[in-house]
């Protein structure tokens, strides 16, 4: 089984940059793709970013294509979420989370973090 803990939420003014990091533990070696997740207040949970763990391939929303970049350390065993150009739509709650195998651009993800906070101020 995989752990996911993220850090690096908080209140930001909207223009402002953000980074999110995503620590994994466990067995990590399984893990197929990592993806950041968000929801805001009355809506939907929704996939805003992935990353391939095994080759370096990404798929962005349209919502941030462009101002949100993902990477990730398969030797660290972590991934993060550098976001750029914050609005105050971006405001919601950031999850991370993995998958073992399947449609990495599906939404149902095997493993998921706490979720961290992140506030744009307009």
């Known amino acids: 089984q995989v752990q996911l803990v993220e850090s690096g939420g908080g209140l930001v003014q909207a223009g402002g940059s953000l980074r999110l990091s995503c620590v994994t533990s466990g067995r990590t070696p399984s893990i197929n793709a990592m993806g950041w997740f968000r929801q805001a207040p009355g809506k939907e949970r929704e996939l805003i970013t992935t990353?391939?763990?095994?080759?370096?391939?990404?798929y962005y929303a349209d919502s941030v294509k462009g101002r949100f970049i993902i990477s990730r350390d398969s030797a660290r065993n972590t991934a993060a979420l550098q976001m750029n150009s914050l609005k105050p739509e971006d405001t919601a709650v950031y999850f991370c989370a993995a998958r073992y195998g399947g449609d990495w651009l599906s939404p149902d993800y095997d493993v998921w973090g706490q979720g961290t906070q992140v506030t744009v101020s307009s």
């Open positions: 990353i391939k763990w095994s080759v370096w391939s990404t």
